[in-house]
């Protein structure tokens, strides 16, 4: 059988109507909902979700003195240090402090205030709403109103005793969560 040029044009055709069919079929990708979360750290009306990111790293502690309590110790939070990616794996940014602070891999950054926390589960770092201060730098950053953290596994002060005797000692403890950045709508 002899396959004219006709016939593959006509194929070609039909198979580029099947895929666009097939795509024009698939459901959206889905946004953000924040409707499960704690009323607390819910985002206010007239903020959009900007980007969704999964941070990865480490949360770092010191065994040192309790503020305003002599002769006790306590785990202190030192700070975080974690990798930003998207949600197809590739990394976007970094997350690091002290200050907290949520860096694009364009370059723009912004730190933060807090302004509530919710429990997230035993084990876990509590979920966030930080309001952004405004970015430092040019891009994906600028503009950000909010950062939520959600979706926590891990990340609280090591289960190790914390004693006068292991003063000073340094734990890290891994982490992950996700990042929901916000801007005006």
Same mark, same amino acid.
């Given at each position: 059988?002899? %396959?004219?040029?006709?016939? %593959?044009?006509?194929?070609?055709?039909?198979?580029?109507?099947?895929?666009?069919?097939?795509?024009?079929?698939?459901?959206?990708?889905?946004?953000?909902?924040?409707?499960?979360?704690?009323?607390?750290?819910? $985002?206010?009306?007239?903020?959009?979700?900007?980007?969704?990111?999964?941070?990865?790293?480490?949360? #770092?502690?010191?065994?040192?003195?309790?503020?305003?309590?002599?002769?006790?110790?306590?785990?202190f939070?030192?700070?975080? $240090?974690?990798?930003?990616?998207?949600?197809?794996?590739?990394?976007?940014?970094?997350?690091?402090?002290?200050?907290?602070?949520?860096?694009?891999?364009?370059?723009?950054?912004?730190?933060?205030?807090?302004?509530?926390?919710?429990?997230?589960?035993?084990? #876990?770092?509590?979920?966030?709403?930080?309001?952004? #201060?405004?970015?430092?730098?040019?891009?994906?950053?600028?503009?950000?109103?909010?950062?939520?953290?959600?979706?926590?596994?891990?990340?609280?002060?090591?289960?190790?005793?914390?004693t006068?005797? #292991?003063?000073?000692?340094k734990?890290?403890?891994?982490?992950?969560?996700?990042?929901?950045?916000?801007?005006?709508?």
């Amino acid at each position: 059988m002899r %396959i004219t040029s006709t016939r %593959i044009a006509t194929a070609a055709a039909l198979g580029t109507a099947a895929l666009l069919t097939a795509c024009g079929s698939m459901a959206p990708m889905s946004s953000f909902s924040q409707a499960s979360l704690p009323a607390t750290i819910q $985002v206010p009306a007239g903020n959009k979700v900007a980007m969704e990111t999964v941070g990865k790293g480490d949360i #770092n502690y010191e065994c040192r003195d309790k503020k305003d309590a002599p002769g006790q110790t306590e785990w202190f939070f030192v700070g975080p $240090v974690a990798t930003l990616s998207d949600r197809m794996g590739k990394q976007v940014g970094k997350y690091y402090g002290p200050p907290a602070t949520w860096e694009s891999m364009d370059g723009s950054k912004v730190t933060a205030t807090q302004l509530a926390v919710a429990p997230s589960g035993t084990g #876990n770092l509590p979920f966030q709403l930080v309001k952004a #201060n405004p970015a430092m730098g040019t891009g994906s950053m600028t503009g950000v109103t909010y950062i939520q953290r959600v979706a926590l596994t891990g990340g609280v002060p090591p289960a190790m005793a914390c004693t006068a005797t #292991n003063k000073g000692q340094k734990a890290t403890v891994p982490y992950q969560a996700d990042y929901i950045f916000w801007k005006a709508a």
